[in-house]
């Protein structure tokens, strides 16, 4: 009898919901707005910045930027943002970052994903070029990119070239003034050694 209670008291504790633990949805992003050209059309677009750490052995941090593109539909007959959708995209490394500030300046072509997402009041395409903290090589060379924007006043211009043969690629342009490159070195700072 022990034992049928025993086994009745486990199956209905299976039963009874266990409230999950979620994982946060990421870190705080800092953004900026900017300004994308691609063939006549010009918008303002908005980048945002991300900086995460490891936390244990599950959890990996991220640095990473992202540039948010509204409306970004508009731009289907002159730029494909088609094969840039997913985590596993094979387009190759067609985005070429471009950084200056009072202290250096420094570039680099990365792999950019993305993914359609709800923007401000439109519907936007957010690609974003990330390296794992627990990857020393990309870490550094992002790293190396984006450590020029920490000493303003600083400029990122991302050519995001256009996967479509031919096809016009989108330039984005980031000018920070001194207080935002300060806003930006303290996000970044854990993942740039500290600086």
Not at 21 to 39: E, H, I, V, Y
Not at 82 to 107: C, I, N, R, V, Y
Not at 127 to 152: F, M
Request: proline residues 7%; glycine residues 10%.
């Amino acid at each position: 009898m022990v034992k049928l209670c025993l086994a009745y008291v486990i199956a209905v504790a299976a039963m009874v919901p266990v409230p999950a633990t979620a994982q946060s949805a990421g870190p705080p992003a800092l953004a900026f707005d900017g300004t994308a050209r691609t063939g006549s059309d010009t918008r303002t677009v908005r980048f945002r910045f991300f900086c995460s750490s490891n936390e244990g052995r599950d959890v990996t941090g991220v640095l990473a930027v992202d540039l948010e593109t509204p409306r970004y539909e508009q731009l289907r007959a002159i730029f494909d943002f088609d094969p840039f959708e997913g985590p596993d995209s094979t387009e190759g490394a067609l985005s070429a970052l471009q950084t200056s500030g009072a202290h250096g300046k420094a570039d680099g072509r990365f792999t950019a994903a993305g993914s359609a997402a709800e923007g401000t009041g439109a519907l936007s395409f957010v690609l974003e070029v990330n390296a794992s903290r627990r990857e020393a090589g990309p870490l550094k060379k992002l790293g190396t990119v984006l450590r020029p924007l920490l000493d303003g006043p600083a400029r990122l211009v991302w050519v995001q070239g256009n996967a479509k043969k031919g096809g016009a690629p989108l330039t984005a342009t980031l000018d920070l003034t001194p207080v935002q490159s300060d806003q930006l070195r303290a996000a970044l700072g854990p993942c740039l050694n500290g600086r």
